[in-house]
């Protein structure tokens, strides 16, 4: 039986998917696998009975994984789960926007509650004041799409349906992206030659150190004068003093955003939303099902797929009771210890029926099936004995 613990509240939709080979627990210390959604786990100790940590989402800056590839926990994220939430977003946030919504239902609020229509009543008082909230349309507007990941695709595919004149960013185009994105959407891996002209720009990357405030002052710089700028990633991508500055010079005209901050909150300039980016139902069900599906792979076929700290790899479904084992190893990426690992499994006299080997910067993935049952304990002591090895498991 497999112990899941869950530390936010997971989807039913998902966690109705575990099966029977599966139990809920409340002792995190006891659970092979952890299903998270955004409880900060920076600072969590976690037991030698873990293997893998699920996120329920895209985002894993709450999770340690470095820590976890050094303690061989593999961690999983749920990209393109939430994609379709966070692009209706998008768009509401940038039509909105547009037609000064936010301004002008306040404002017929404030007629309602505060006395503000006097005698001529809301009606007429509305007619009569509409105007200072004339907008513009997006159809014909030039829009900048950083990112072509999941989300930015869709963005890119919406924006164009609307009338929008798109063009996609990203250092390199995924096979993915490339079929999925609608093939009348030009993209560019030069950011400089298109931003200038962009009425938006949109930002969807990860965050990682290498793109930490990406829109920084010099970016900001090239852009055009009057431009609106929408962060639904996170917040550390875009450097928010030099956000402000270009708000109060009137290089940007608008900063939209889904993390208000103490730093930004009361600008007239900003637009916040308060993390909504995922925030629905369908997001949450199918975030938390391919988590579970995710976890569950992991769990009883060795096979990784969407880890964020380890490389994808699969030898397929592993089928028990066939008289074989699977055997996962988690390793460092140095250089011969695949070459120790089947010298070790050759002298302990076990024949390698199947193997596959993957590595990803600093850590790598053996898998290896064999012909006949192995015994666990004897073979996660032989392969400990090298430096680079990090964790051992047998499947059977």
Known sequence: MYKIATLNKISPKGLKNLGDKYALTDD????????????????MQFSSELLAIARAGAGVNNIPLDRCAEEGIVVFN??????????????????????????????????????????MGIAKAVEKGKGQ????EISGKKICVIGLGAIGVLVCNACEALGMDVIGYAPFMTVRAAHDMSSTVPFTTDLDSVIGDCDYVTIHVPASPQTNHM????????????????????????????????????KLSKYITDFPNDKIVGHENITYIPHLGA????????????????LKNYLENGN?????????????????????????????????????????????KINIANMVNQSRNDYAYTMVD???????????????????????RVIK
């Not at 909230?133 to 513009?136: N, R």
């Not at 970016?219 to 708000?247: C, P, Q, W």
């Open 28 to 43: 995190i210390d006891s659970a092979c696998g952890i299903l998270v959604r955004s409880q900060d786990m920076l600072e």
């Open 78 to 119: 749920a990209p393109g789960a939430n994609a379709n939430a966070v692009k209706e977003l998008v768009l509401t946030a940038m039509l909105a926007e547009a037609r000064n919504l936010y301004d002008g239902m306040h404002w017929v609020h404030k007629l309602a509650t505060k006395g503000g229509a006097g005698k």
């Open 133 to 136: 909230f004339a907008g513009h």
């Open 215 to 250: 829109i920084n002052a010099d970016v900001i710089s090239r852009m055009k004068k009057g431009a609106i700028l929408l962060n639904f990633s996170r917040d550390k991508l875009v450097d928010e003093d030099a956000v402000l500055e270009a708000l109060d010079s009137g």
């Open 279 to 294: 925030s629905t139902g369908e997001a949450e069900d199918n975030c938390a099902i391919l988590a579970v599906e995710e």
């Open 304 to 348: 990784i797929e969407n880890s964020v700290n380890f490389p994808a790899c699969s030898l397929g479904k592993f089928v028990p009771g066939n008289g074989h084992s699977r055997i996962c190893i988690l390793n460092k990426n140095v250089p011969g210890i695949l070459g120790d690992i089947t010298g070790m499994l050759a002298d302990m």
């Open 370 to 392: 064999t012909d006949a049952i192995v015994d666990e304990t004897e073979i996660s002591a032989q392969l400990a004995k090298n430096d680079g090895i990090i964790k051992v």
